[in-house]
């Protein structure tokens, strides 16, 4: 009975041990990541953090996130559609709960300062119901945050902006991320005329780290309709899918890309796109050269030249380029494209379209409806393609069909007048 009791108490003993020295490494964590978390944060050009902390023992971990932004930020963040003129000003209050090797926390915006502060008095809103809750787990380092915005109006001097709910979560562990959105939509307008509105919206995005970048690993998009009346844009029912394939022996990577579109209508109805679907297929890319031409600078002489560099790079490695299905209903016309086409792989830079043919192999097939083909801008040089035989009659409109082989590109058989540089 006695050593019963004292293996009871010895286990409880180191039970509570482990309790006492999990509950330390996770403020330890805690602390640590709050550093390096706001030190991302000042890193962003146009946006400084400020952590107050108020309660700090061994259970809790509270305190104020403040966040300003620049207005330029504020402008590329909402992809133009609004750039203050002062800065922007939002204070998260932030609650934590700390457990042996687990972390749960919630926070709120508080709107009595900034931004929301300003709204609040001005549209007269009381609140916007909102939640944002996070689990972290220590042990496993995978974190789980979710956030939950209730629908809400904004009306001044006859602008009336409405936004519908809108869920959000955010999951990963170490070099993995994954985000779901679902929102309702929303829309601004004046007084009768609408300026933008959103239908549903459904998105789908995983990331992974490699070398030194997050990359997208899949990306799936749901949109149930966009209008832009400003612009003449309105779309229906668009569905994007991309999905990427890493071979880390051989330091290449395969792409698939899928669009859907039930109604896509722009430039003022110029352009009616009553139906359209395609599938691309990348494989075999050059990783180091594709990660080059999408992740660096964007902007600048220097940039530009790199992107050139990584595009040759990309070029030169090689890649086969499929189009198992496309089909565009098009101001009325059909057309209908399918392709399977190799680029040999040549470290000779490509200084021509020539060069460029000479490395082709496969073939790809077009289809165009003769309502479509009338629409072409230059009926001359219809005519032309026509005689020379790269367009052949079939039913109801007319075919093209190239093949690429030994460096000797036809259409329909005729040799197209580009030479070989092999």
């Known amino acids: 009975m006695r050593r019963a009791v004292k293996i009871a108490g010895v286990g409880c003993v180191g039970v509570l041990a482990l309790a006492s020295v999990g509950q330390w490494l996770t403020g330890y964590y805690h602390d640590q990541q709050l550093d390096a978390w706001l030190q991302q944060l000042h890193s962003v050009p146009g946006l400084s953090a400020v952590w107050e902390p108020d309660t700090n023992n061994w259970l809790q971990r509270d305190g104020a996130l403040q966040l300003t932004l620049e207005p330029q930020l504020v402008w590329q963040l909402s992809a133009g559609a609004w750039q203050p003129a002062a800065p922007v000003t939002l204070q998260w209050n932030v609650s934590q709960q700390l457990w042996p090797f687990y972390i749960s926390g919630r926070a709120y915006l508080d709107s009595d300062v900034g931004v929301y502060q300003q709204l609040r008095l001005q549209q007269g809103i009381a609140s916007i119901p909102h939640k944002l809750r996070w689990h972290i787990n220590g042990l496993t380092r995978h974190f789980d945050t979710r956030l939950a915005v209730a629908g809400f109006e904004l009306e001044q001097d006859g602008l009336q902006l409405t936004m519908a709910p809108l869920q959000l979560q955010l999951e990963g562990r170490g070099d993995r991320l994954s985000l779901q959105l679902q ?240």
Request: include cysteine; charge should be neutral.
């Open 183 to 422: 929102w309702q939509g929303g829309k601004r307008q004046r007084q009768d005329r609408a300026d933008w509105q959103v239908e549903p919206l459904s998105v789908v995005q995983d990331w992974h780290q490699q070398d030194g970048f997050w990359v997208t690993q899949h990306q799936q998009w749901q949109l149930q309709g966009l209008t832009l009346p400003a612009v003449g844009v309105e779309v229906r029912q668009l569905a994007w899918q991309l999905t990427r394939q890493d071979d880390e022996v051989a330091s290449r990577l395969d792409l698939t890309a899928q669009l859907r579109c039930q109604q896509c209508q722009w430039a003022s109805g110029d352009v009616l796109v009553q139906q359209l679907q395609a599938q691309l297929q990348f494989r075999h890319l050059d990783r180091l050269a594709y990660q080059a031409l999408w992740n660096g600078p964007m902007t600048g002489a220097v940039a530009q030249w790199q992107k050139l560099a990584a595009l040759q790079q990309l070029v030169s490695a090689g890649m086969t380029v499929t189009i198992p299905e496309a089909a565009v209903h098009y101001n009325g016309g059909e057309l209908q494209v399918s392709a399977d086409l190799q680029l040999a792989r040549d470290p000779r830079p490509v200084l021509s379209v020539a060069s460029l043919f000479s490395r082709l192999e496969g073939q790809a097939q077009l289809t165009a409806s003769e309502a479509l083909i009338r629409q072409w801008p230059n009926a001359q040089a219809i005519q032309q393609w026509q005689q020379a035989g790269y367009l052949q009659p079939v039913a109801q409109g007319w075919s093209s069909r190239l093949q690429a082989k030994d460096g000797r590109v036809t259409l329909n058989g005729t040799a197209l007048p580009v030479q070989s540089v092999r």
